[in-house]
């Protein structure tokens, strides 16, 4: 993930926390200065009804009371009535531990030894990668079969000709209305039937159990009217199929996800290379007009002049045979300069030392290179050829 996109993302997730914060703010905070006041207001009562109560007596007991219930300690129960209820028999036990290793943990029930502390740490670093491989087979299991269930519908739709990408749509949305009936909908009335819930606290407590938030203000078998000891472990496994149908969920919409950002980068590519392409027309068209005139296309070569007669040879020898002509490798065209002209030394160009001595051997001139002019040069006697087979001067014998 590149850093912009990390910065924008932090950004966002920092928006939307403090966009809930104000949210709950606004709705919790009066609620909570109104619980404060009529405890206030209960207190002065039960101190004016028993004057022989001290304030300072009565601030220790509501401390004690606190902290009691904070160690799982049930004001609703004494040593007369409910003696046997306990917050750590087995099955309470069992829940507490299978709260552990889901992250849930309610907060009902804490551990108040330092054994049990110490104990607690290891077995959440073993319990929790656990319970996540766990968890993944039995979504991987459960989104199969539900899709395999969800097959048969879609072939039924196909044999009526729906359009592929309805069938689509369809099947997914009837992926989701067929986990929440089972995961969500059907829990809410078994906690309202067996908790005496509302449907609002029922619902909250299935929305917060599922999504590992686990407040722990609602907790299904905490009640002490809740005597049977396999209602927790049943309810924990109804958390581990839930939690695996929300994690089929959310690897469905991971994926999903990923497909749109693949082809979302695709299309971006394709725009982005059009733009470079278009940027690079409109430059080379600026350029273009902002450069000078381009030149005209070269003219037509004109005929060359017959080559100059070779230099005349001493009598009584015959003429030396010419080399042949080496065939000079062909140089690209270049704009003439100037006009043509019209004196016989235009076609005489590069006439140097090389050339003199090409003129001796082969009694001819190479051709100038189209649209290459030099100024004409007087003409130059006959240079002494030089090494053995060359013709003498005139004067000397053989």
């Known amino acids: 993930m590149r850093s912009t ?82 917050a750590w028999d087995l099955g309470s036990a069992f829940f507490f531990s299978g709260t552990i290793i889901t992250t849930i943990g309610y907060g009902n ?25 766990l968890l993944a087979g039995v979504g991987d299991r459960l989104g199969s079969s539900l ?48 908790e005496g819930w509302s449907k609002l606290e029922a619902i909250y407590f299935v929305v917060v159990t599922l999504t590992t938030v686990g407040f ?14 396999a209602y927790q472990p049943l309810v924990w496994f109804w958390i581990l199929l839930g939690l695996a ?13 990923r497909v749109v950002s693949r082809r979302t980068r695709a299309e971006m590519g394709g725009l982005t290379a059009q733009a470079a392409s ?10 273009q007009r902002a450069s000078p005139a381009a030149p005209p296309p070269p003219e037509k070569e004109r005929p060359l ?22 065939a000079e490798p062909p140089s690209p065209p270049t704009p003439p300069t100037a006009s043509a002209l019209d004196y016989p030394s235009e076609n005489l160009a590069f006439i140097d030392e090389s050339s003199d001595t090409q003129s001796e051997r082969g009694c001819a001139l190479p051709r100038a290179p189209r649209g290459r002019r030099r100024p004409p040069n007087p003409p130059r006697k ?3 050829p030089r090494g053995p087979g060359r013709p003498r001067d005139k004067g000397v014998s053989d």
């Open 147 to 194: 899709r395999h269930g969800i097959g048969h519908i879609e072939a039924i739709f196909l044999k009526w000709h729906v359009p592929p990408e309805l069938v689509r749509v369809l099947s997914a949305v009837l992926f989701l209305l067929v986990g929440c009936l089972l995961f969500v909908l059907t829990p809410t009335f078994v906690f309202c039937y067996v």
């Open 305 to 326: 002049l017959p080559p100059l007669p070779c230099p005349a040879q001493p009598a009584g020898r015959p003429p030396s045979p010419a080399p042949p002509e080496k």
């Open 5 to 86: 996109t990390l910065l924008a993302l932090l950004a966002l997730v920092l928006l939307y926390l403090v966009s809930g914060a104000l949210v709950f703010q606004a709705l919790e905070q009066p609620h909570e200065q109104q619980a404060q006041r009529e405890l206030g207001e209960v207190r002065e009562k039960f101190l004016r009804a028993h004057p022989c109560v001290s304030d300072q007596d009565l601030g220790l007991f509501i401390k004690e009371v606190a902290d009691a219930l904070g160690g799982g300690a049930n004001p609703d129960t004494n040593s007369t009535s409910n003696g046997n209820h306990s």
């Open 278 to 287: 278009w940027t690079g027309t409109v430059t080379a068209r600026v350029t």
């Open 382 to 384: 006959p240079v002494r």
């Open 245 to 257: 149908y929300f994690a089929s969920v959310l690897t469905t919409i991971g994926n999903w996800l």
């Open 109 to 133: 029930a804490a551990l108040r030894t330092d054994a049990g502390r110490l104990f607690c740490i290891f077995y959440a670093l073993v319990g929790i990668p656990l319970f996540g491989i």
């Open 216 to 229: 722990g203000d609602y907790v299904a078998g905490a009640s002490p009217n809740q005597n049977s000891a």
